[in-house]
T-cell receptor
């Protein structure tokens, strides 16, 4: 299995609080992705990174920011969490650009009350 | 963006072959066809991908129609562990023509395998 660790695995917090999710990889892959998964919507891309300090928006980026200061870590931040951001969040990595397989972490279940 | 269409659900018996269809009539010439699956309470798992030719790996086979408007994922002998949601996805390129491997997941096909 690809070395991807998401933390925390579960989190419950209140509306308006900041939340940071961490994705850590040991594969030295260049590309990293954050997705959210909600019933009826499948997985949707939030942000992705194509290198250290190189990031771009995905399909549902509003309310989220990301940072990648080193190859192995990709952070997803909810500056002021809202109940609509209750979801399961998955991180993924891939080695190369251009339609290479993505390997996913086990997910973080985030509940915002 | 090119879309895929899959049946909502399919059923199979254990140790029988399973053919999971996918339609992608608006596929572009540079789109790869990817298949992922997701077991309950887990992240998606890469299964196979291809461009034009049929592909085989230890998990499955991918049969791609000559006009590339459809494809079929083949599980040669289904096991109970193959029960999952299977996603057929087209790999998209960004506006600059360089693909960062962004994947757009649809609803997928829920595969039930009966003992």
């Amino acid at each position: 299995d690809a070395g991807i660790t998401q933390s925390p695995r579960h989190k419950v917090t209140e509306t308006g609080t900041p939340v940071t999710l961490r994705c850590h990889q040991t594969e030295n892959h260049r590309y990293m992705y954050w997705y959210r998964q909600d019933p009826g919507h499948g997985l949707r891309l939030i942000h992705y990174s194509y290198g250290v300090k190189d990031t771009d928006k995905g399909e549902v980026s509003d309310g989220y920011s990301v940072s990648r200061s080193k190859t192995e870590d990709f952070l997803l931040t909810l500056e002021s969490a809202t109940s609509s951001q209750t979801s399961v969040y998955f991180c993924a990595i891939s080695e190369k650009e251009g339609n290479q397989p993505q390997h996913f972490g086990d997910g973080t279940r985030l509940s915002i009350l | 963006d090119a879309k895929t269409t899959q049946p909502n659900s399919m059923e199979s018996n254990e140790e029988e072959p399973v053919h999971l269809p996918c339609n992608h009539s608006t596929i572009s010439g540079t789109d790869y066809i990817h298949w992922y699956r997701q077991l309950p309470s887990q992240g998606p798992e890469y299964v196979i991908h291809g461009l034009t030719s049929n592909v085989n790996n230890r998990m499955a086979s991918l049969a791609i129609a000559e006009d590339r408007k459809s494809s079929t994922l083949i599980l040669h002998r289904a096991t109970l562990r193959d029960a999952a949601v299977y996603y057929c996805i087209l790999g998209q390129a960004n506006a600059g023509g360089t693909s960062y491997g962004k994947l757009t997941f649809g609803q997928g096909t829920i595969l039930t395998v009966h003992p």
